[in-house]
């Protein structure tokens, strides 16, 4: 391990990237919610001692990073906004009273 956590940052996008196309791509927060807790539970088993002994995410300080940042990505692209529609108007507009014609 480097300086710079280049895996670390490489991955982050990638997970952030897979997130945004699939919310981008089905117009629903479900799909991403679901695709989010996919993603945290692989962090979680995989951060377990295997059967045979191995850990792929140790508990280290890049470790716990990793954790929390996978989290964030999930929530930031869960909670951020949709913009392809229109605002809901929550008031009916004025009735216009029609203007009378002069003859």
Excluded: K, N
């Amino acid at each position: 391990m480097g300086p710079i956590p280049v895996g670390l940052i490489v991955a982050a996008i990638a997970c952030a990237s897979i997130l945004i196309a699939v919310r981008a791509l089905t117009h629903d927060r479900g799909a991403a919610v679901a695709a989010g807790l996919g993603m945290i539970g692989m962090l979680v088993l995989i951060s377990g001692v295997g059967p045979g002994g191995s850990v792929v995410v140790p508990d280290s300080l890049s470790g716990q990073v990793w954790t929390y940042l996978v989290a964030g990505i999930v929530l930031l692209v869960i909670a951020w906004p949709s913009f392809s529609r229109p605002p809901v108007r929550t008031e009916a507009p004025a009735a216009q009273e029609p203007e009378p014609h002069e003859s």
